[in-house]
């Protein structure tokens, strides 16, 4: 069977709809409450919402044989489910850790720069929600193929599934470990080295870098395939490249890093932690990988 590009091309319209219609949400609440660290839970809340409306496209589509839906059911659910599963994980868990917060130090730095006579909603607009909404849609796109995908290989399909597990639970044990950590006062000021956090520096940043990559996994074909068979999977790997980009080299670890090395212990902390992949705390060879 052939990947049916025809309506992969046609389903990229609705999923930046949804991602629009997200960002776009939560830019008009930003806008009424002066407040844009919103945008920030919004991210995951978006991806949720695009993984059902790209299923729910691919499920009302017919196939040449008049048939209901393309691509793989099974596939094409757990493609969307996992998304969806990880999108409100990572929403709900940000908008609670801001509830009651005022700005984000790093969108008031970010919007300080609005040219004079430029309202600080429309800078915003520009260049936190739509550069937002587009990386949505863009880091998207292995979800939205393998909802289409009529062939496969279950091995890696599980193997996907597995590796997405991985990251979801350095993800969301990383993250209750920090709140964990941060709701005891005496820790005020001072850098978490305990559970996830002794293997990894960044446990919530390697869960991503799993969990998207491992839904890439979704739209590989099955070993020996003709060369054509390979063509959702080529395409959509600037996905799990952006994001793995983003969050060593952009706006996650490094970004992130600057403000940890303040932090007393910092050194001693680097010197014996790995930067990004986990491993074994104490033996991280220094130099490599940080």
């Known amino acids: 069977m052939n990947f049916p590009w025809g309506a992969f091309a046609l389903g990229l319209a609705p999923a930046a709809g949804a991602s629009a219609l997200v960002l776009g949400a939560t830019w008009l609440l930003s806008r009424r409450r002066g407040i844009y660290r919103y945008v920030d839970s919004a991210w995951g ?6 993984a059902v409306v790209s299923w729910l496209f691919a499920y009302g589509s017919q196939g040449t044989d008049g048939s209901r839906g393309l691509g793989d059911p099974v596939r094409a659910g757990l493609a969307a489910a996992l998304t969806v599963v990880w999108g409100l994980r990572l929403g709900v868990h940000i908008a609670r850790r801001g509830r009651g917060k005022g ?14 006579g430029t309202p600080r909603p429309r800078y915003a607009l520009r260049v936190v929600t739509l550069p937002q ?29 597995a590796l997405w597990a991985l990251g979801l639970f350095f993800e969301a044990v990383g993250d209750a470990q920090m709140a964990r950590f941060k709701s005891d006062p005496a820790h005020k000021g001072k850098l978490i080295d305990v559970g996830l956090w002794r293997w990894t520096r960044h446990p919530n940043y390697f869960g991503d870098f799993a969990v998207w990559w491992g839904l890439w996994l979704l739209t590989l074909p099955a070993a020996g395939a003709p060369a054509a068979a390979w063509g959702p999977a080529a395409a959509t790997l600037v996905s799990p490249l952006l994001m793995t980009y983003l969050l060593v080299f952009g706006s996650g670890k490094r970004l992130t890093e600057r403000g940890m090395a303040e932090r007393e212990g910092w050194e001693r902390y680097a010197a014996r932690t790995s930067g990004f992949l986990p491993w074994p705390p104490g033996v991280w060879p220094k130099g490599r990988g940080d």
Request: glycine share 4%; hydrophobic share 60%; net charge negative.
């Open 45 to 50: 809340f978006a991806f949720a919402f695009l």
């Open 133 to 161: 909404a587009a990386l949505v849609w863009l880091v998207s796109v292995p979800v939205q193929a393998a909802v289409l995908l009529p062939y496969g290989t279950w091995w890696v399909t599980w193997a996907g599934v």
């Open 103 to 116: 700005e984000d130090p790093r969108y008031d730095r970010m919007l300080s720069k609005a040219p004079e």
